[in-house]
């Protein structure tokens, strides 16, 4: 199977093809227009903001290529954002595959920020179960658990 990744001004790009030579495929890393068509199947991964990458995209044409292709296309992080038709982060267009509007999170506390970084405390009433901690919410925690925080 030929896997084409989308090559463009976003972070983490190496982290999928790196993922993917591990799963032994050998994708292609391009902004080619036809490399990109000839592809069957295309990852359009990264992380970034969405007006400065929509501004890059449709300097090089990028986002009409990507608007054109009829292969199955994943977009991951910001590549996901960008498939949709609008985006609050810089009150930008974007290449409108789907119909949506990506909106901002609203926290409503503190302790409610986005993104969710850093440490986290685990509330609820802690069980043993099968020889598995638990908390209520019935997930699973890894072992062994000595707090209550977890990153």
Wanted: charged share 30%; with cysteine.
């Amino acid at each position: 199977m030929n896997v084409a990744i989308v090559k463009y001004n976003a972070g983490n790009i190496y982290s999928v093809v790196n993922a993917l030579r591990r799963l032994g495929v050998e994708p292609i890393l391009t902004d080619d227009a036809e490399k990109l068509r000839r592809a069957d199947r295309v990852l359009f991964p990264g992380q970034g903001e969405a007006s400065t990458t929509m501004a890059y995209l449709r300097e090089h044409r990028i986002d009409e290529v990507i608007r054109s292709l009829t292969q199955p296309v994943l977009g991951i992080c910001i590549g996901q954002q960008l498939l949709c038709r609008h985006s609050e982060e810089g009150n930008t267009d974007c290449i409108g595959i789907f119909d949506v509007d990506v909106r901002r999170f609203q926290p409503q506390r503190h302790e409610d920020k986005v993104p969710c970084m850093g440490w986290g405390t685990i509330r609820g009433e802690w069980r043993v179960e099968s020889g598995e901690r638990r908390v209520e919410s019935g997930k699973r925690l890894p072992q062994p658990v000595r707090c209550s925080r977890v990153y």
